[in-house]
T-cell receptor, first 115, second 113 residues
Framework: AQSVTQPDIHITVSEGASLELRCNYS??????LFWYVQSPGQGLQLLLK??????LVQGIKGFEAEFKRSQSSFNLRKPSVHWSDAAEYFC?????????????FGGGTRVLVKP | ETGVTQTPRHLVMGMTNKKSLKCEQH?????MYWYKQSAKKPLELMFV???????ENNSVPSRFSPECPNSSHLFLHLHTLQPEDSALYLC????????????FGPGTRLTVL
Protein backbone atom coordinates (compact mmCIF):
# COMPACT_ATOMS: atom_id res chain seq x y z
CA ALA A 1 0.00 0.00 0.00
CA GLN A 2 1.18 3.50 -0.73
CA SER A 3 2.07 5.97 1.99
CA VAL A 4 3.24 9.56 2.26
CA THR A 5 5.37 11.04 5.03
CA GLN A 6 5.83 14.71 5.74
CA PRO A 7 8.44 14.73 8.50
CA ASP A 8 7.92 18.32 9.59
CA ILE A 9 4.65 19.08 11.37
CA HIS A 10 5.42 22.78 11.78
CA ILE A 11 7.88 25.11 10.08
CA THR A 12 8.43 28.75 10.94
CA VAL A 13 10.11 30.94 8.36
CA SER A 14 10.79 34.65 8.09
CA GLU A 15 9.14 36.62 5.33
CA GLY A 16 11.50 36.80 2.36
CA ALA A 17 13.42 33.68 3.37
CA SER A 18 13.42 30.47 1.38
CA LEU A 19 11.17 27.54 2.22
CA GLU A 20 11.54 23.82 1.67
CA LEU A 21 8.93 21.28 2.68
CA ARG A 22 9.85 17.63 2.69
CA CYS A 23 7.77 14.78 1.33
CA ASN A 24 8.70 11.11 1.10
CA TYR A 25 6.49 8.49 -0.44
CA SER A 26 6.26 4.75 -0.63
CA UNK A 27 4.68 3.34 -3.75
CA UNK A 28 5.43 0.28 -5.85
CA UNK A 29 4.96 1.82 -9.28
CA UNK A 30 5.51 5.16 -10.98
CA UNK A 31 3.92 7.67 -8.66
CA UNK A 32 1.69 10.55 -9.49
CA LEU A 33 2.59 13.24 -6.98
CA PHE A 34 0.79 16.36 -5.87
CA TRP A 35 1.22 19.28 -3.53
CA TYR A 36 -1.85 21.01 -2.14
CA VAL A 37 -2.21 24.06 0.09
CA GLN A 38 -4.99 24.71 2.59
CA SER A 39 -5.65 28.12 4.07
CA PRO A 40 -7.62 28.29 7.33
CA GLY A 41 -11.28 27.39 6.87
CA GLN A 42 -10.78 26.52 3.22
CA GLY A 43 -10.55 23.46 1.04
CA LEU A 44 -7.37 22.25 -0.60
CA GLN A 45 -5.92 24.03 -3.64
CA LEU A 46 -3.52 22.33 -6.01
CA LEU A 47 -0.06 23.93 -6.17
CA LEU A 48 1.56 21.55 -8.64
CA LYS A 49 1.69 17.97 -9.81
CA UNK A 50 4.13 15.49 -11.31
CA UNK A 51 3.32 12.46 -13.39
CA UNK A 52 6.09 12.24 -16.01
CA UNK A 53 8.77 14.21 -17.82
CA UNK A 54 10.90 16.92 -16.30
CA UNK A 55 11.52 16.13 -12.65
CA LEU A 56 11.49 19.81 -11.68
CA VAL A 57 7.91 20.99 -11.69
CA GLN A 58 6.75 24.57 -11.57
CA GLY A 59 3.52 25.47 -9.85
CA ILE A 60 1.39 28.41 -8.90
CA LYS A 61 2.33 31.15 -6.43
CA GLY A 62 6.04 30.75 -7.18
CA PHE A 63 6.35 27.20 -5.86
CA GLU A 64 8.35 24.39 -7.42
CA ALA A 65 8.98 20.78 -6.52
CA GLU A 66 11.58 18.25 -7.53
CA PHE A 67 10.90 14.55 -7.97
CA LYS A 68 13.84 12.36 -6.95
CA ARG A 69 13.11 8.72 -7.62
CA SER A 70 16.28 7.49 -5.92
CA GLN A 71 15.24 9.18 -2.69
CA SER A 72 11.48 8.61 -3.05
CA SER A 73 11.05 12.31 -2.42
CA PHE A 74 9.04 15.18 -3.83
CA ASN A 75 10.12 18.26 -1.88
CA LEU A 76 8.40 21.60 -2.30
CA ARG A 77 10.38 24.84 -2.47
CA LYS A 78 9.86 28.55 -2.70
CA PRO A 79 12.79 30.99 -2.95
CA SER A 80 11.15 33.84 -1.04
CA VAL A 81 8.05 33.41 1.10
CA HIS A 82 5.31 35.97 1.51
CA TRP A 83 3.11 36.39 4.57
CA SER A 84 0.22 35.00 2.50
CA ASP A 85 2.05 31.66 2.23
CA ALA A 86 1.16 30.90 5.84
CA ALA A 87 -1.03 27.81 5.49
CA GLU A 88 -0.95 24.04 5.72
CA TYR A 89 0.67 22.10 2.92
CA PHE A 90 -0.15 18.55 1.94
CA CYS A 91 1.78 16.15 -0.25
CA UNK A 92 -0.18 13.35 -1.91
CA UNK A 93 0.47 10.33 -4.10
CA UNK A 94 -2.05 9.16 -6.66
CA UNK A 95 -2.75 5.56 -7.41
CA UNK A 96 -4.12 4.20 -10.63
CA UNK A 97 -7.31 2.30 -10.05
CA UNK A 98 -9.75 0.69 -12.39
CA UNK A 99 -12.29 3.31 -11.44
CA UNK A 100 -11.75 6.61 -9.76
CA UNK A 101 -8.52 8.08 -8.60
CA UNK A 102 -7.27 7.39 -5.11
CA UNK A 103 -5.02 9.92 -3.42
CA UNK A 104 -3.11 9.20 -0.25
CA PHE A 105 -2.18 12.30 1.70
CA GLY A 106 0.63 13.02 4.08
CA GLY A 107 -0.10 14.44 7.50
CA GLY A 108 0.59 18.00 6.39
CA THR A 109 3.11 20.69 7.32
CA ARG A 110 1.87 23.90 8.88
CA VAL A 111 3.90 26.91 7.79
CA LEU A 112 4.07 30.03 9.93
CA VAL A 113 5.58 33.19 8.46
CA LYS A 114 7.27 35.71 10.73
CA PRO A 115 7.34 39.37 9.72
CA GLU B 1 -21.29 28.77 -9.63
CA THR B 2 -17.94 27.38 -10.55
CA GLY B 3 -15.75 24.63 -9.18
CA VAL B 4 -16.91 22.51 -6.27
CA THR B 5 -19.48 23.86 -3.84
CA GLN B 6 -20.55 22.45 -0.50
CA THR B 7 -23.52 23.24 1.70
CA PRO B 8 -23.93 23.96 4.49
CA ARG B 9 -20.55 25.46 5.40
CA HIS B 10 -21.20 24.93 9.10
CA LEU B 11 -23.45 22.44 10.85
CA VAL B 12 -24.14 21.76 14.50
CA MET B 13 -26.17 18.69 15.31
CA GLY B 14 -27.12 16.52 18.22
CA MET B 15 -26.36 12.84 18.36
CA THR B 16 -29.96 11.92 17.59
CA ASN B 17 -30.39 14.24 14.61
CA LYS B 18 -30.41 13.34 10.94
CA LYS B 19 -28.80 15.76 8.55
CA SER B 20 -27.29 15.75 5.07
CA LEU B 21 -24.25 17.38 3.51
CA LYS B 22 -24.42 18.37 -0.13
CA CYS B 23 -21.68 18.67 -2.71
CA GLU B 24 -22.01 19.87 -6.29
CA GLN B 25 -19.34 20.08 -8.96
CA HIS B 26 -19.58 22.24 -12.07
CA UNK B 27 -16.45 20.90 -13.75
CA UNK B 28 -17.86 18.04 -15.82
CA UNK B 29 -15.91 15.47 -13.80
CA UNK B 30 -16.93 11.85 -13.48
CA UNK B 31 -15.49 11.00 -10.06
CA MET B 32 -16.45 12.44 -6.67
CA TYR B 33 -15.05 11.90 -3.18
CA TRP B 34 -15.78 12.47 0.48
CA TYR B 35 -12.91 13.11 2.89
CA LYS B 36 -12.85 13.62 6.63
CA GLN B 37 -10.31 16.04 8.09
CA SER B 38 -9.92 15.90 11.86
CA ALA B 39 -7.51 17.85 13.99
CA LYS B 40 -4.13 16.17 14.28
CA LYS B 41 -5.02 13.37 11.84
CA PRO B 42 -4.20 12.98 8.16
CA LEU B 43 -6.90 13.57 5.59
CA GLU B 44 -9.01 10.42 5.46
CA LEU B 45 -10.69 9.22 2.30
CA MET B 46 -14.21 8.03 3.09
CA PHE B 47 -15.96 7.25 -0.20
CA VAL B 48 -15.26 7.33 -3.93
CA UNK B 49 -17.87 7.44 -6.67
CA UNK B 50 -17.09 7.02 -10.34
CA UNK B 51 -19.89 7.57 -12.86
CA UNK B 52 -22.38 7.44 -9.95
CA UNK B 53 -21.15 4.03 -8.79
CA UNK B 54 -19.47 3.66 -5.43
CA UNK B 55 -15.98 2.27 -5.99
CA GLU B 56 -14.50 2.73 -2.55
CA ASN B 57 -15.78 2.61 1.00
CA ASN B 58 -12.87 3.04 3.35
CA SER B 59 -14.39 1.13 6.28
CA VAL B 60 -16.67 4.02 7.14
CA PRO B 61 -19.27 3.43 9.90
CA SER B 62 -22.82 2.95 8.66
CA ARG B 63 -23.97 6.14 10.40
CA PHE B 64 -22.46 7.84 7.34
CA SER B 65 -24.47 7.08 4.21
CA PRO B 66 -23.38 8.50 0.85
CA GLU B 67 -25.60 9.08 -2.15
CA CYS B 68 -24.61 10.01 -5.68
CA PRO B 69 -27.67 10.57 -7.87
CA ASN B 70 -25.60 11.82 -10.82
CA SER B 71 -22.01 12.71 -11.64
CA SER B 72 -22.48 16.31 -10.51
CA HIS B 73 -24.02 15.77 -7.07
CA LEU B 74 -22.88 13.95 -3.99
CA PHE B 75 -24.58 13.75 -0.61
CA LEU B 76 -23.48 12.49 2.78
CA HIS B 77 -26.40 11.53 5.00
CA LEU B 78 -25.67 11.62 8.70
CA HIS B 79 -27.57 9.93 11.52
CA THR B 80 -26.87 9.07 15.16
CA LEU B 81 -23.38 10.57 14.99
CA GLN B 82 -20.89 10.65 17.84
CA PRO B 83 -18.93 13.65 19.14
CA GLU B 84 -15.75 12.18 17.63
CA ASP B 85 -17.35 12.60 14.20
CA SER B 86 -16.90 16.37 14.56
CA ALA B 87 -14.57 17.37 11.75
CA LEU B 88 -14.25 19.21 8.45
CA TYR B 89 -15.85 17.16 5.68
CA LEU B 90 -14.39 17.85 2.28
CA CYS B 91 -15.82 16.95 -1.08
CA UNK B 92 -13.67 16.66 -4.19
CA UNK B 93 -14.06 15.76 -7.84
CA UNK B 94 -11.76 14.67 -10.65
CA UNK B 95 -11.71 13.22 -14.12
CA UNK B 96 -10.80 9.84 -12.69
CA UNK B 97 -7.34 9.13 -14.00
CA UNK B 98 -4.64 9.08 -11.34
CA UNK B 99 -2.68 11.90 -12.94
CA UNK B 100 -5.63 14.26 -12.88
CA UNK B 101 -5.80 16.33 -9.77
CA UNK B 102 -8.76 16.41 -7.45
CA UNK B 103 -10.56 19.70 -7.02
CA PHE B 104 -11.80 20.36 -3.51
CA GLY B 105 -14.75 22.22 -2.13
CA PRO B 106 -14.44 24.51 0.90
CA GLY B 107 -15.77 21.88 3.26
CA THR B 108 -18.51 21.60 5.86
CA ARG B 109 -17.43 22.16 9.44
CA LEU B 110 -19.50 19.66 11.45
CA THR B 111 -19.90 19.79 15.22
CA VAL B 112 -21.71 16.95 16.97
CA LEU B 113 -22.93 17.78 20.47
Amino acid sequence: AQSVTQPDIHITVSEGASLELRCNYSYGATPYLFWYVQSPGQGLQLLLKYFSGDTLVQGIKGFEAEFKRSQSSFNLRKPSVHWSDAAEYFCAVGMIKAAGNKLTFGGGTRVLVKP
Amino acid sequence: ETGVTQTPRHLVMGMTNKKSLKCEQHLGHNAMYWYKQSAKKPLELMFVYNFKEQTENNSVPSRFSPECPNSSHLFLHLHTLQPEDSALYLCASSQGQAYNEQFFGPGTRLTVL
